[in-house]
């Protein structure tokens, strides 16, 4: 049906009359998405039971990736391009005079993540597919994601996600490979002959099922498995209320927890993490066994990844099924758990280091409970040992300390690897945070740079650039990002530069046309289009980009004769609905937006606009539109930033500081291309070390400080002078935790040579381009790579084509 156009144009109009039950003319676009879609699946499925049979028959090691998010984004146009059908499609539908990016739109986002965790193990699954590892992902099938984002008035509102409304044509529901996953009750213990043995007694059921999707490499035969579980009920017993049996099931997988880096300690978030685990472990087990005799041998055949500490009950969950259900030693459970799995950490940030309180945990987990219990106990007396007399560090170490289990710990002290996103996160995980654990372990710790898939970030979401490259290098850097690299000697080409100056071009107008059409806001094409979008959070410091517009704001309405080059500001951020600062900050943005695009003379030089609803699929249209790139985090506080590679790739050039991966963006294209500024992480470090930093003196000393500081809070962005007044007292009453105002020079500085650099128009060409061409390293198929090298051990099986 996809081998030539005719043939697909009338299969598609045949399927479009038996599903939908009517003819071609009645039809809308969504009956016409939702019958492209199935086709599709339908298409993919020989190749995805292919895959499946292989790896059964070859029987190598397969690798598990446990996440409690994966940020998908629209499959429709990326199958496609990698099944290799998109052009023919596309034409087939036209000559039906069906646009294919109209049927595209109708495709809901899948938005199963916050932000970049659930990104990168998004791309990871591309490049897992795409260069032929057997990886399959598991998670969670939220029926709400992520919320969308509505602004009333400047303020962010939240509305249900709802992604199933209309059914999700990729999915493929598994009922008999259901499994239970038991919460509450008591534990018996018994002696035994052959020693103790635990039973769970009065436990709550819950039926995990699986809903399968397949994951398409790019012009491969590999069809990996995204496999979400969805809680339903199990079966009824005689004494229960049915109905809120059924409610309190079903909850478990009703909605994605939308905070980032932030842990919110709710019962539910702990139920849905066991969920995810226990499923997916009962799993494994079960198809590792199916194939193979020995569970002492499971980590020759299976690798088991935990993506940060969410899924770290993996630890004692995998002990207690080779412990209680498959009769091996505590020792030798042991020595399979922490050989099969390893662990992932994001980030540094103590809000977000999960601790439970065990008056929370022990009741609904108590079989787990004992096993972590036993765990600590184990390694509390190794430490005894090791560090005789020394309970301080004893106890700050510990699994359990304090009534609250650290999640953390756990995952380090049950896996064989730990590894940090960026070069200097891993870094500080070593010499700082964890450093107490690298010194008993220190051949567990390693790097892995995040990377990003190309094939969505350029492949996918800027054709135009794509095209434009072929023709300067050729193809082979698709299949092979790091010879992107070929670019470079085309850099100092003029009709190359003249090419993409166009291509960059029409790309604005793209995104101005979308800008105009949502917020009726009319930008100058010709203005740098300076962008930050990721999730709203103090250490991603939008607050320093904010109190730069509102001091140009000051600068340009005071001198009538300071001129800058025109720029266009555009913002794009969700803040968690409980976290007050980050919603204030976005009403901030609003008040500034209203106070310049309504200036008559401001407005002719700088715009600011919001874009509502931040997601992948708006983000695929705003990286290819990008001339700079804010990636203004805390130094030291952003574990790596995915968002920055994006940015870099579509030619984009960066205003960052030297925090996580900018660091190695910087090492790779050089000092002279990338505009840096303030604080280094080891100066951060410092000042929290020794307390010196006074937010005040810099508010004292700096006009230019003092002037937008008290913008905030006497009138002049809101009427009433209490609106921002949390954002004030973080600056000074809270001495600025994020050195916001100790930075606010520097970033200043930064964007006056930001500001000429642009206007030495070939200049900055090169440098795009020159971004451009380093930024293969940034694929996540080098990440994938040295995952499944060094941590997993796998490889690619049955490479064909
Ligand atoms: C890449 C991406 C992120 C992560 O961005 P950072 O700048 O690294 O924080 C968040 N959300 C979406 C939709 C993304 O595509």
């Known amino acids: 049906m996809f081998s030539n156009k005719d043939r697909f144009k009338e299969a598609f109009l045949k399927r479009l009359e038996s599903m939908c039950g009517k003819g071609f003319e009645e039809s809308t676009k969504r009956d016409q998405y939702h019958t492209l879609g199935n086709m599709i699946r339908e298409y993919i499925s020989s190749k995805w039971i292919g895959t499946n049979e292989l790896y059964r028959s070859e029987n190598k090691k397969q690798v598990y990736y446990?996440?409690?998010?994966?940020?998908?984004?629209?499959?429709?146009?990326?199958?496609?391009?990698?099944?290799?059908?998109?052009?023919?499609?596309?034409?087939?539908?036209?000559?039906?005079?069906?646009?294919?990016?109209?049927?595209?739109?109708?495709?809901?986002?899948?938005?199963?993540?916050?932000?970049?965790?659930?990104?990168?193990?998004?791309?990871?699954?591309?490049?897992?597919?795409?260069?032929?590892?057997?990886?399959?992902?598991?998670?969670?099938?939220?029926?709400?994601?992520?919320?969308?984002?509505?602004?009333?008035?400047?303020?962010?509102?939240?509305?249900?996600?709802?992604?199933?409304?209309?059914?999700?044509?990729?999915e493929v529901r598994k009922p008999d490979e259901a499994v239970e996953i038991s919460f509450w009750g008591t534990i018996e213990t018994n002696y035994a002959n052959n020693g103790l043995s635990f039973k769970h007694v009065g436990a709550e059921k819950v039926l995990a099922v699986p809903y399968d999707m397949p994951v398409v490499g790019y012009h491969v035969?590999?069809?990996?498995?995204?496999?979400?579980?969805?809680?339903?009920?199990?079966?009824?017993?005689?004494?229960?209320?049915?109905?809120?049996?059924?409610?309190?099931?079903?909850?478990?997988?009703?909605?994605?927890?939308?905070?980032?880096?932030?842990?919110?300690?709710?019962?539910?978030?702990?139920?849905?993490?066991?969920?995810?685990?226990?499923?997916?472990?009962?799993?494994?087990?079960?198809?590792?066994?199916?194939?193979?005799?020995?569970?002492?041998?499971?980590?020759?055949?299976?690798?088991?990844?935990?993506?940060?500490?969410?899924?770290?009950?993996?630890?004692?969950?995998?002990?207690?099924?080779?412990?209680?259900?498959?009769?091996?030693?505590?020792?030798?459970?042991?020595?399979?758990?922490?050989?099969?799995?390893?662990?992932?950490?994001?980030?540094?940030?103590?809000?977000?280091?999960?601790?439970?309180?065990?008056?929370?945990?022990k009741p609904l987990l108590p079989r787990i409970f004992m096993i972590i219990e036993e765990i600590n106990e184990r390694f509390c007396a190794e430490l005894w040992d090791r560090y005789p007399g020394e309970w301080e560090r004893i106890e700050h170490m510990a699994i359990i300390a304090h009534d609250l289990v650290k999640m953390a710990h756990l995952a380090i002290v049950g896996s064989s690897s730990i590894n940090g996103v960026a070069k200097i996160h891993s870094d500080i995980l070593k010499n700082r945070e964890m450093k107490s654990f690298y010194e008993i372990y220190p051949h567990k710790f390693n790097n892995k740079t995040n990377g990003i898939t190309h094939r969505r970030w350029l492949l996918k979401a800027n054709p135009e650039l794509t095209e434009l490259i072929k023709e300067a290098i050729g193809d082979e850097w698709v299949k092979q990002p790091e010879k992107l690299l070929d670019l470079k000697r085309h850099v100092y080409n003029p009709a190359l530069k003249e090419q993409f100056a166009a291509v960059k071009r029409k790309r604005k107008e793209i995104l101005a046309k979308k800008i105009a059409d949502k917020n009726g806001i009319i930008v100058d094409i010709d203005s740098i289009f300076d962008?930050?979008?990721?999730?709203?959070?103090?250490?991603?410091?939008?607050?320093?980009?904010?109190?730069?517009?509102?001091?140009?704001?000051?600068?340009?309405?005071?001198?009538?004769?300071?001129?800058?080059?025109?720029?266009?500001?555009?913002?794009?951020?969700?803040?968690?609905?409980t976290y007050y600062y980050a919603k204030k900050v976005i009403k901030l943005i609003h008040s500034l937006a209203e106070k310049v695009n309504n200036d008559p003379r401001v407005s002719q030089v700088i715009k600011v606009v919001f874009m509502e609803n931040y997601r992948v699929s708006l983000a695929e249209d705003i990286f290819p539109a990008a001339d700079v790139s804010e990636q203004i985090s805390t130094a030291s506080k952003e574990a790596s930033g995915t968002g920055n590679?994006?940015?870099?790739?579509?030619?984009?050039?960066?205003?960052?500081?030297?925090?996580?991966?900018?660091?190695?963006?910087?090492?790779?294209?050089?000092?002279?291309?990338?505009?840096?500024?303030?604080?280094?992480?080891?100066?951060?470090?410092?000042?929290?070390?020794?307390?010196?930093?006074?937010?005040?003196?810099?508010?004292?000393?700096?006009?230019?400080?003092?002037?937008?500081?008290?913008?905030?809070?006497?009138?002049?962005?809101?009427?009433?002078?209490?609106?921002?007044?949390?954002?004030?007292?973080?600056?000074?009453?809270?001495?600025?935790?994020?050195?916001?105002?100790?930075?606010?020079?520097?970033?200043?500085?930064?964007?006056?040579?930001?500001?000429?650099?642009?206007q030495h128009t070939d200049n900055w060409l090169e440098q795009a381009l020159i971004n451009i061409s380093h930024s293969g390293y940034f694929s996540s198929d080098r990440t994938i790579r040295e995952y499944a090298e060094n941590i997993w051990n796998i490889e690619p099986v049955g490479v064909r084509m």
Request: glycine letters at 8%; hydrophobic letters at 40%.
């Open 221 to 361: 035969d590999t069809v990996n498995t995204l496999r979400l579980w969805n809680a339903e009920p199990s079966s009824f017993g005689p004494n229960q209320d049915v109905l809120s049996y059924k409610r309190d099931t079903e909850a478990i997988t009703d909605f994605l927890y939308p905070d980032d880096t932030h842990d919110e300690g709710k019962i539910l978030r702990l139920k849905q993490q066991y969920f995810l685990v226990s499923s997916s472990i009962q799993r494994i087990i079960a198809s590792y066994k199916k194939e193979n005799q020995n569970v002492r041998e499971l980590h020759h055949s299976v690798a088991i990844h935990i993506n940060d500490t969410h899924p770290a009950l993996a630890v004692p969950e995998l002990m207690r099924i080779l412990i209680d259900v498959e009769g091996l030693t505590w020792d030798e459970a042991w020595d399979v758990t922490t050989n099969t799995l390893s662990y992932t950490n994001h980030t540094i940030l103590s809000e977000a280091l999960e601790k439970w309180p065990i008056y929370l945990f």
């Open 531 to 577: 962008v930050q979008v990721k999730r709203l959070h103090a250490y991603k410091r939008q607050l320093l980009n904010v109190l730069h517009i509102m001091y140009l704001y000051n600068r340009i309405k005071e001198d009538p004769k300071y001129t800058i080059q025109p720029r266009t500001f555009i913002f794009g951020a969700k803040a968690s609905p």
């Open 66 to 170: 446990l996440s409690i998010e994966f940020l998908l984004g629209r499959l429709l146009g990326q199958n496609l391009l990698n099944l290799g059908i998109k052009d023919m499609v596309e034409e087939g539908l036209s000559e039906l005079d069906i646009r294919l990016s109209e049927i595209e739109e109708c495709e809901p986002d899948p938005a199963l993540g916050n932000g970049g965790l659930g990104r990168l193990a998004a791309c990871f699954l591309d490049s897992l597919a795409t260069l032929n590892l057997p990886g399959h992902g598991y998670g969670i099938r939220y029926k709400h994601g992520l919320f969308d984002q509505k602004i009333v008035d400047g303020y962010q509102v939240e509305l249900p996600e709802q992604w199933l409304r209309h059914g999700n044509v990729w």
């Open 645 to 758: 590679m994006k940015f870099m790739m579509n030619g984009a050039l960066t205003v960052g500081t030297l925090d996580g991966a900018n660091i190695e963006i910087m090492e790779a294209i050089g000092k002279e291309n990338i505009f840096t500024f303030g604080l280094t992480a080891g100066e951060v470090l410092k000042y929290e070390e020794n307390g010196r930093y006074r937010s005040m003196e810099y508010y004292h000393h700096d006009l230019r400080i003092r002037q937008v500081v008290d913008q905030l809070t006497n009138g002049f962005y809101a009427e009433d002078e209490g609106e921002f007044g949390a954002i004030a007292d973080s600056l000074l009453v809270q001495n600025d935790q994020y050195f916001v105002l100790r930075d606010f020079a520097s970033y200043i500085d930064v964007q006056e040579k930001v500001g000429t650099a642009y």
